[in-house]
């Protein structure tokens, strides 16, 4: 079983756009538009030895993306279609201008798997945010079950994106 963790490329708050799908928002939340940064912390518990040692401790991935009005809404409205294509349902959605909180469940059907998690993201004012998700994992090759946590930090760095283009990411720090 290969697991990749996706670098956070194009928008910092990327893991509330299924929230944010779910709520049918095309807008862009109250932030700043331009570069931003962000570090995703990933921990892992249950998994096969070799991964579980390379991940148990921890792993943190560094990324820029240029946030526009523009990438936001095609961002949105990609995630909607994924989810309209999925094995996924939300509950618990929450959504203001500072907070998105969620529960997502998604199952792959015939193979077995299932996963469950809890997002929270915070936007503490036009340049900042924070959150975390917790995630529960299950299947015919965790039958212990896989557990992982994410915390996230994103910043705002400048209204010039540099030669980081809106709809692509550049990976800082792996």
Known sequence: MKLRIPALATLPLLASFAALAAAQTVEAPPIKMGLWQSEVTTTMDGMPDAMGQAMGGGRTIVTQGCL?????KKDIQGVQQHM???NCTLSNFEQDAHHIVFDQACSSGQAGFSNQTH???VIDDTENGHGHA???MTGPNLP???AMHMTMKTKYL???CGDVKPGE???IHE
């Open 68 to 72: 526009t009005p523009d990438t936001w």
């Open 158 to 160: 400048s209204a010039d």
């Open 119 to 121: 997002f929270e993201m």
């Open 169 to 171: 990411g550049k990976v």
């Open 144 to 146: 212990q079950g896989m």
């Open 84 to 86: 309209h294509n999925s």
């Open 134 to 136: 917790d995630s529960k």
